[in-house]
């Protein structure tokens, strides 16, 4: 089972689509944790709408800005699946996302994969375990190692770089990369 690990800030719209994307697994054990910076009634509407008890809607009291980087560390507590992928409600995934990951999870604890990025004009970023070419929502890694490291510097603009870095000097961990494109971000 995968929990995404969604945060929002002002976004509206996109919260559809990514919540689509999600119910269009074609594996459907996943859950996902929609963590927003600040109230936000429109996207706690949008969750409502979607009735799926996969999908919870928390927000911190006040907005903490810094790409979402508090708020992936806060919904990090309410995480009990084995696996997570730490997103924006910004990105979308491919139908087979979850099933990607799960026919690779039971050798791998660290898992990337490449997507489309704005920041890219729409090209591939092609994800490697270094600061500067990695996103959130371009990697799966267990639970217990996410907890364990932790978000370290949410102030940076590369928190991600930071985190994945993190992860590779967890003892024992296996890296795996899906060389395909899973996901979008906008």
């Not at 919260?15 to 706690?44: E, R, V």
């Not at 039971?106 to 994969?113: R, V």
């Not at 603009?157 to 906008?186: A, M, P, Q």
């Amino acid at each position: 089972m995968i929990t995404f690990i969604a945060t929002s800030h002002n976004e509206t719209y996109s919260a559809y689509m990514f919540i689509s994307s999600l119910k269009l697994q074609t594996k459907h054990n996943w859950k996902c944790i929609i963590y927003n910076d600040g109230p936000n009634d429109f996207i706690k509407n949008v969750v409502t709408q979607f009735n799926d008890n996969r999908i919870t809607y928390y927000e911190s009291d006040k907005p903490n800005g810094f790409w979402g980087h508090y708020s992936r560390q806060s919904a990090l507590k309410y995480v009990d699946t084995e696996f997570l992928i730490q997103t924006s409600i910004q990105d979308y995934y491919i139908p087979t996302t979850v099933e990607e990951i799960l026919n690779v999870s039971s050798f791998s604890d660290l898992i990337l994969f490449n997507c489309l990025h704005n920041h890219f004009n729409y090209n591939v970023l092609n994800s490697t375990p270094k600061i500067d070419r990695v996103d959130w929502g371009c990697h799966a890694v267990r639970t217990k190692i996410a907890k364990s490291v932790g978000i370290q510097q949410p102030e940076s603009s590369t928190c991600d770089g930071i985190f994945v870095e993190n992860c590779l000097k967890y003892s024992g961990l296996r890296y795996y990369k899906i060389e395909k494109i899973l996901t979008t971000h906008n």
